[in-house]
């Protein structure tokens, strides 16, 4: 393919990729927009940017996507139903925040000389991306992983430290997608009962995470964290005020709606504020037309993993119901939890076996605040040792680390982290009287 043709080929990726970041805003925002309108835009850029996609990104999707056919396939014909939407929806609203946040880059992230390292910069750092995390969601990682990796990006160590004190957030923010998913799923769960229990198993957690990236003496005095000062801090913490500001205006929007559209509307200010509107505008037409482009990482994995997620969503909703158990107790919830983390390792996301199991015990009615925990744990502990979790493809596509190299990282403070679930869920139900 000649040089042009790919210029203009990235360049109708882009305006595509746009529009996907359009259509996530105008579905999260409840206005009743066509979710599968963004996910044809998606679709339409990652087969423009295809030729430019790595090798190995190529054999991931094409795996992904075997799988997620395979099932789907399987499962139509054997129950006559073919939900295939998912192929089209699932993993959009995610992309199109992706495709917001890569405006921040135009502004605050350069590196400096004056990075924290050691012990305390890591504290400091799992600390600080679960506070902001908890806020502005996955926008979090991306606007510290850019800082702290400088021009070299950042390593392994540090994208498991922001990984693990992000999705901690799922024990207790209300602005986490988890959290509205359990107690979706467990009706008459309250959240502040949640949080009552949430909040301690969040401060073990990070503790947890913190001392198991420290223990590697290579990694402990030379992790370099991110700078914990007013000229860093400006950018999370404005981001931050704008999404609870945008909650308090507009309640009905998802976080992610309100982040997709926060971050280019911040870009844009700042750099209209420092460069004018002509200079700033060519600034950010120039981002867009090749930064963009430049997540057909990211759309392949994102895209692959809707498939592979709808198959097996297919596969599962197929297959028939057996309740080994006629009680659900503090026991049967660590098991189920044990379970339910397992799937995550193989592959299938939270969301699903968090829906599957809800389905699975309904007849039994078991207690809502022990099973809402359950669900916001398997969440926060299940998805840091998920090679095919949300986050860690987003880190695979942007900075090039493997997922799974990512999730293997996580999995001795993943079992950790489970004994800790284990212990709340048993004083869960000695105070519930289960």
């Not at 009706?187 to 198991?212: K, R």
């Not at 284990?422 to 289960?434: D, K, P, Q």
């Given at each position: 393919?000649?040089?042009?043709?790919?210029?203009?080929?990235?360049?109708?990726?882009?305006?595509?990729?746009?529009?996907?970041?359009?259509?996530?805003?105008?579905?999260?925002?409840?206005?009743?927009?066509?979710?599968?309108?963004?996910?044809?835009?998606?679709?339409?850029?990652?087969?423009?940017?295809?030729?430019?996609?790595?090798?190995?990104?190529?054999?991931?999707?094409?795996?992904?996507?075997?799988?997620?056919?395979?099932?789907?396939?399987?499962?139509?014909?054997?129950?006559?139903?073919?939900?295939?939407?998912?192929?089209?929806?699932?993993?959009?609203?995610?992309?199109?925040?992706?495709?917001?946040?890569?405006?921040?880059?135009?502004?605050?992230?350069?590196?400096?000389?004056?990075?924290?390292?050691?012990?305390?910069?890591?504290?400091?750092?799992?600390?600080?991306?679960?506070?902001?995390?908890?806020?502005?969601?996955?926008?979090?990682?991306?606007?510290?992983?850019?800082?702290?990796?400088?021009?070299?990006?950042?390593?392994?160590?540090?994208?498991?430290?922001?990984?693990?004190?992000?999705?901690?957030?799922?024990?207790?923010?209300?602005?986490?997608?988890?959290?509205?998913?359990?107690?979706?799923?467990?009706?008459?769960?309250?959240?502040?009962?949640?949080?009552?229990?949430?909040?301690?198993?969040?401060?073990?957690?990070?503790?947890?995470?913190?001392?198991?990236?420290?223990?590697?003496?290579?990694?402990?005095?030379?992790?370099?964290?991110?700078?914990?000062?007013?000229?860093?801090?400006?950018?999370?913490?404005?981001?931050?005020?704008?999404?609870?500001?945008?909650?308090?205006?507009?309640?009905?929007?998802?976080?992610?709606?309100?982040?997709?559209?926060?971050?280019?509307?911040?870009?844009?200010?700042?750099?209209?504020?420092?460069?004018?509107?002509?200079?700033?505008?060519?600034?950010?037409?120039?981002?867009?037309?090749?930064?963009?482009?430049?997540?057909?990482?990211?759309?392949?994995?994102?895209?692959?993993?809707?498939?592979?997620?709808?198959?097996?969503?297919?596969?599962?909703?197929?297959?028939?119901?057996?309740?080994?158990?006629?009680?659900?107790?503090?026991?049967?919830?660590?098991?189920?939890?044990?379970?339910?983390?397992?799937?995550?390792?193989?592959?299938?996301?939270?969301?699903?076996?968090?829906?599957?199991?809800?389905?699975?015990?309904?007849?039994?009615?078991?207690?809502?605040?022990?099973?809402?925990?359950?669900?916001?744990?398997?969440?926060?502990?299940?998805?840091?040792?998920?090679?095919?979790?949300?986050?860690?493809?987003?880190?695979?596509?942007?900075?090039?680390?493997?997922?799974?190299?990512?999730?293997?990282?996580?999995w001795a403070y993943c079992a950790q982290g489970y004994v800790a679930a284990?212990?709340?869920?048993?004083?869960?139900?000695?105070?519930?009287?289960?």
């Open positions: 393919m000649s040089i042009f043709v790919r210029q203009h080929a990235d360049r109708l990726a882009a305006l595509l990729i746009f529009a996907m970041l359009v259509a996530a805003v105008l579905v999260g925002a409840r206005t009743g927009w066509p979710a599968w309108t963004g996910g044809v835009a998606a679709w339409a850029a990652l087969t423009l940017l295809w030729p430019g996609m790595d090798h190995r990104q190529r054999r991931q999707v094409w795996i992904l996507v075997g799988i997620g056919v395979a099932a789907f396939v399987y499962a139509g014909y054997g129950s006559g139903q073919w939900p295939w939407q998912g192929v089209l929806t699932t993993n959009i609203a995610l992309l199109g925040m992706l495709a917001g946040v890569s405006f921040l880059q135009l502004i605050g992230l350069e590196a400096d000389d004056d990075s924290p390292r050691g012990v305390g910069a890591l504290w400091r750092t799992v600390a600080g991306v679960h506070v902001f995390g908890a806020v502005i969601n996955l926008s979090a990682i991306f606007i510290m992983a850019d800082r702290m990796g400088g021009a070299k990006g950042p390593g392994p160590a540090q994208l498991n430290a922001l990984t693990r004190g992000f999705l901690i957030g799922a024990l207790w923010s209300p602005f986490f997608a988890a959290t509205a998913v359990a107690t979706t799923n467990a009706p008459g769960a309250s959240l502040g009962v949640l949080a009552m229990w949430g909040v301690p198993l969040t401060v073990v957690l990070i503790a947890l995470a913190s001392m198991d990236v420290q223990r590697n003496p290579s990694v402990r005095d030379d992790f370099v964290g991110y700078p914990m000062r007013p000229s860093s801090l400006w950018v999370p913490t404005t981001l931050a005020g704008m999404v609870i500001a945008g909650h308090w205006i507009w309640p009905d929007w998802t976080t992610l709606a309100i982040v997709t559209l926060a971050a280019p509307i911040m870009t844009a200010a700042v750099i209209f504020a420092r460069h004018g509107l002509g200079d700033g505008g060519s600034r950010i037409v120039r981002h867009a037309m090749h930064r963009l482009p430049a997540m057909r990482g990211e759309l392949g994995l994102f895209l692959a993993a809707a498939v592979f997620a709808t198959g097996l969503n297919a596969l599962i909703g197929s297959s028939g119901v057996w309740l080994p158990m006629d009680h659900v107790g503090a026991l049967e919830a660590s098991l189920i939890l044990a379970g339910m983390i397992a799937l995550c390792i193989v592959g299938i996301h939270a969301v699903i076996s968090i829906t599957m199991v809800a389905v699975w015990l309904a007849p039994l009615q078991p207690d809502p605040i022990l099973m809402a925990m359950v669900y916001m744990q398997c969440w926060a502990i299940g998805l840091a040792a998920s090679p095919l979790s949300g986050v860690h493809l987003a880190l695979q596509g942007r900075y090039g680390i493997s997922g799974a190299r990512l999730a293997r990282g996580n284990v212990i709340t869920l048993f004083a869960i139900a000695a105070w519930r009287g289960i």
